[in-house]
C-alpha cells in the first residue's frame, strides 16, 4: 500500500523560510516522478513544483510562475523523500500543501498523479 507523509508546515512570518518533507512508503521516489500542490479553501488546487525519476542520472524540475525562484523541489533517495524548500515566503503562500507521486512516469511534465497526501498547513503571516 502507498503512502505518503507530508511534514513540515507551520506557521511562519513573511520572508520566513520552511521546508516541506514527503516520506514515501510503498514505492520509490526516485523511479516515480514527485509533486507539490497547494490549495487554499475555495480555490482548486495548483501545481507548485515537480520534480521527474531519475533516468540516466538526470532529473528535471519544473516550476510554477509563482514560486519560481523561491521554492525548490528536491528529493534524497536514501531516505525516499521528496522535499520542498520555500523562502522568502508571502502571505499568498498560505494554503495547504499536498505531495503527489506518478510512479507510471505518465509524461513530463506529469498530467496525472496516482497518489497523494494528506496535505500540511504552511501560513503565512504578514
Known amino acids: 500500500q502507498v503512502q505518503l507523509v507530508e511534514s513540515g508546515g507551520g506557521l511562519v512570518q513573511a520572508g520566513d523560510s520552511l521546508r516541506l518533507s514527503c516520506a514515501a512508503s510503498g514505492l520509490t521516489f526516485s523511479t516515480a516522478n514527485a509533486g507539490w500542490f497547494r490549495q487554499v479553501p475555495g480555490k482548486e488546487r495548483e501545481f507548485v513544483a515537480a520534480?521527474?525519476?531519475?533516468?540516466?542520472?538526470?532529473?528535471?524540475?519544473v516550476y510554477a510562475d509563482l514560486v519560481k525562484g523561491r521554492f525548490t523541489i528536491s528529493r534524497d533517495v536514501a531516505k525516499n523523500t521528496v522535499y520542498l524548500q520555500l523562502n522568502t515566503l508571502k502571505p499568498e503562500d498560505t494554503a495547504v500543501y499536498y505531495c503527489a507521486a506518478d510512479p507510471d512516469q505518465s509524461s513530463w511534465p506529469p498530467q496525472r498523479y496516482n497518489y497523494w497526501g494528506q496535505g500540511t498547513q504552511v501560513t503565512v503571516s504578514s
Open positions: 520534480v521527474s525519476a531519475v533516468r540516466w542520472s538526470i532529473v528535471r524540475t
